[in-house]
């Protein structure tokens, strides 16, 4: 034997998806399975989540992220999963080589199966592209929330929160609980991007406003964050001449849209969707590269990081029976977006696949609407379902119970 | 819905399902709908007659290379008790190590809730 490291299964990633990756692959029969994350400590994105509603789904109560991070950590340590922290893939081949740089040096692993669990980064301002100064206190929510929490910084006096996804909603109760007054949350949409429980307990507990149809036009202050300016936007989202107003701040927070961190997955040539920004993947979460699976946030934005762990679990148990020959190569069926439906994931299904779990995300609020997975040659409805109310902010799944043998398409009627 | 029986509309936040619930008075109770579970009644009577709180927030922490040790309370209080409760907080700087769910303070301001760890610090 040469000097080089062999794997059964490389988990990239410590979140809340790539420690469930580990662990499901190691229930599953796989025997060595190395994961490695970039940060000292696990736990990714969950130890900076230091409020609670996390583990409804996994432990059947409300904790907090550390808490869940601890706890699946401590998992995955009595089962003796092998985790480095403080290593970084500089890079992924095809063939699942990868070149790691670790704090014992620099090496080469070449694994049978990889599980891509890297999450993602948050939208910037460059990315939606507010005009005006580039003063300091701008910053992404999640970054924020990092300083916080973590660090123990004060980001500022008096804060504007520009979108209304999860973290800002979120930052702007954490932000009044220091003493940080919150000027109000603009969002650009008719409806806003967060959870519901989180507007109710992060805004309207504490009396902030949420202006939606508004966004943020410009940035004034020379050296920090003086004010910005607010505008109401029409229906095609461009701001109304007129509407503009100056709201007093010196720290503004983008909370504005998550992106899969996918730098990885494309030097291994995984094709992405453009619709989710993660890979295209298989129900069994095998992207167009055989052997390379994806969970979690770098596959497709998650609500609750619940879910993101419970597409780990899957994608692990996969890669571990692919590392075992136990899953063959197929061909495959589409499934695909229809009407109301921003993007369903897997994008394909193995031919003859029952019970296949599909998530999906609607593309504005729907009442009373019905949701149908219909066969594109034979019209069969293989799915039906009513709902009283679709949101974007929430990704919902279905069950296809009977087995797909030919493209489908997901959509969703009023 | 009728203007009659005006409806205080809420979103139950038990957990991520959200369900939609219109709470009227009824005589002495309360008129609940939309619930998808039986959580939904507790969370509206609560909600409306009662409302409780858990909250987080995060105390420097002396001895260790770790900043900060995070926190929340062993159950909800009611939530006129949350800044408070935040004051008591703010005066911990516990010693490490510190373990995860350890109380830092026992019956907080007398509500029989624990202020607890959230994080391991060694």
Known sequence: ?414 | MSDASPADRMTCILCPVGCELEVRRSGRGLDVQGHQCEKGIGFATEEVLYPKRNLATSVPVQGSETRLVSVRLSDRVPREMIFPVLREIARLRPAAPVRRGQVLIADVLGTGVDVIATRTVE
């Open chain 1, 1 to 414: 034997m040469d000097g080089i490291e062999t794997r059964d299964v490389v988990v990239i990633g410590g979140g809340p998806a790539g420690l469930a990756a580990a662990l499901g692959a190691k229930r599953a029969g796989a025997e060595d399975v190395l994961l490695i994350e970039r940060e000292k400590r696990l736990g990714g994105i969950l130890n900076q989540c230091i409020h609670d509603g996390f583990g409804l789904f996994l432990y059947g109560e409300s904790i907090t992220g550390p808490e869940y991070a601890e706890r699946l950590a401590e998992e995955a340590v009595r089962e003796g999963i092998r985790m480095e922290t403080g290593a970084m893939v500089l890079d992924l081949a095809p063939d699942r080589l990868l070149r790691v740089n670790a704090r014992s040096g620099y090496r080469l692993i070449q694994a049978s199966t990889v599980v891509l669990a890297m999450g993602c980064r948050e939208r910037t301002r460059e990315m939606i592209e507010i005009p005006g100064t580039r003063p300091a206190g701008i910053f992404t929510a999640g970054s924020a929330q990092n300083l916080v929490n973590l660090q123990n910084v004060r980001v500022g006096n008096e804060a504007v929160i520009l979108g209304s996804g999860d973290i800002g909603l979120i930052m702007a109760r954490r932000l009044t609980f220091e003493g940080i007054a919150v000027k109000g949350v603009f969002e650009i949409m008719p409806w806003t991007n967060g959870l519901e429980r989180n507007v109710r307990q992060c805004l309207i507990d504490f009396g902030i406003p949420l202006e939606l149809s508004t966004t943020v036009v410009e940035v004034k202050g020379r050296d920090r964050v003086e004010s910005v300016v607010v505008a109401a936007v029409d229906g095609d989202l461009k701001p109304v001449r007129g509407s503009e107003r100056e709201v007093r701040c010196d720290t503004l927070l983008l909370s504005v849209g998550l992106i899969p961190e996918n730098e990885l997955s494309k030097r291994a040539g995984v094709e992405l969707s453009a619709l989710t920004g993660g890979a295209l993947v298989d129900e069994t979460l095998m992207t167009s590269v055989p052997g390379i699976f994806s969970c979690g946030n770098v596959l497709h934005i998650h609500d609750v990081a619940d879910f993101a762990s419970h597409e780990g679990f899957e994608a692990g148990a996969f890669a571990a029976r692919f590392a075992r020959d136990e899953l063959p190569a197929a061909g495959k069926v589409r499934v695909t977006p229809g009407v109301n439906i921003r993007y369903c994931l897997p994008q394909s299904l193995r031919p003859g696949t029952a019970g296949a779990e599909l998530n999906f995300r609607v593309t504005r609020p729907l009442r009373g609407c019905r949701v149908t997975a219909t066969g594109r040659s034979s019209g069969k409805v293989y799915f039906r379902k009513k709902y009283g109310r679709l949101l974007p902010s929430e990704l919902q799944k279905i069950r296809i119970r009977p087995a797909v043998d030919e493209d489908i398409e997901v959509a969703c009627h009023e």
